[in-house]
């Protein structure tokens, strides 16, 4: 590692995370599942004389960009892309909150092993590393859940991106986890010991800010719709005009199918991925925590009861992912190359992590195959790839 380190300096890390559950659903409100990865974030830091803070990345300065900003508490963000503004909206947010003041500023260096814009949390790695470092450094006695909260506020709220919770707790606290995304945002961490993954990024660049708002859009136009019929009032009371209004737990297909014809046919897609992302999800929680599967439920239950947990597990993920494919469309091509290239190599299942249009799969697989699906992967055109078992949580790291 090049970053600096001895005297008076703190090193801090958080991991990735790759969507094993229930992708595109914490901005709706519902449960997600994400799991850690071994690639981390690096940050290590000081404390300055002087209330300015200096922020450099060494990958910046590897790929011969503009790689060092300043800044103090309450700087405007640059805008553009800058890799700055994370570290900016972190500490604009503290500062906001009370916990800067008459503070020293810090020097920080950044050095990072999850690839940008790949779908495995870049950006929730930085801002949970850099928080985790500045909880040490000033002795804020932050607890995870707060770093993982302000870490969400900080590029929802500060940078104005359209994110999920997901993506910010699942590096905060590492492992695999259940996390409500509705108040009080209640955390269950989930057995992860049996699991192993092979997570692959594709190359292909996307953004979520260009993905999620025009799903949302297609959402609400559906719901919009829905609310203007003649439903029975016992199925209205359940909507909503906003993609976060309905209680989508209480809602299923079958109640929702006689109207959707009405609603349009993109709409009625992303409304059925909805309930049918979720409803599969609970039936994964279940096989993760070894209980009862339910006793009736959608076509999916026909398909894994009664096949060993980890074949059952890999049914849902491809499920997961022709859902993704098929009723929200934000696969690509190359993805669907890499994804049947890994399938057929063993892997359990595999399905996209991120927003889509490009990022990242994630596949489940066993330790004597995950070689084999590796190199079957790269094969099939992932830029890079890896073995990882869930990976650890952000933490600071001691002498």
Sequence with gaps: ?????????????????????????????????????????????????????????????????????????????????????????????????????????????????????????????????????????????????????????????????????????????????????????????????????????????????????????????????????????NVKAKLGYRYFEPKWEEISVGELEPYLKGIGETAAKRIIFTLKMHSSTRIAVNLLKGEPLPPDGDELLDKVRGLPRMEALGWVVNYQHELLRDLYEVSHPALEKIRGAVLEAGAYGAKLSGAGMGGSIIALVDMDGAESVLEAGLRAGAAKGWISPPGEPAKTHHK
């Design 1 to 233: 590692m090049r970053l600096p380190k001895g005297e008076g300096w703190v090193l801090a890390s958080a991991p990735g995370r790759a969507d094993f559950l229930n992708t595109h659903q914490d901005y709706k409100g519902l449960p997600v599942v994400p799991v850690a990865i071994t690639l981390r974030t690096y940050v290590s830091g000081r404390l300055r004389d002087t209330p300015d803070f200096k922020v450099a990345s060494l990958n910046m300065k590897d790929s011969g960009e503009r790689f060092i900003d300043s800044f103090h508490a309450g700087s405007p963000l640059v805008g553009g892309g800058w890799f700055g503004d994370y570290f900016r909206a972190v500490v604009n947010v503290l500062a906001k909150r009370g916990f800067l003041e008459g503070a020293d500023g810090a020097e920080v260096w950044v050095e990072s092993e999850i690839p940008m814009g790949s779908g495995l949390s870049s950006s929730a790695a930085l801002e949970v590393s850099f928080l985790t470092l500045l909880n040490e450094l000033y002795g804020l006695g932050l607890s995870t859940r707060e770093v993982a909260e302000l870490a969400y506020v900080a590029e929802h709220d500060e940078m104005g991106i359209p994110c999920g919770r997901l993506d910010q707790y699942g590096s905060a606290f590492g492992g695999i986890i259940l996390l409500e995304c509705k108040p009080p945002f209640r955390v269950e961490r989930l057995p992860s010991n049996e699991l192993l993954f092979t997570v692959f990024d594709s190359g292909i660049r996307h953004s979520t800010a260009a993905i999620h708002p025009k799903r949302q859009r297609e959402i609400d136009e559906g719901l919009k719709a829905l609310m203007e019929m003649s439903l029975p009032e």
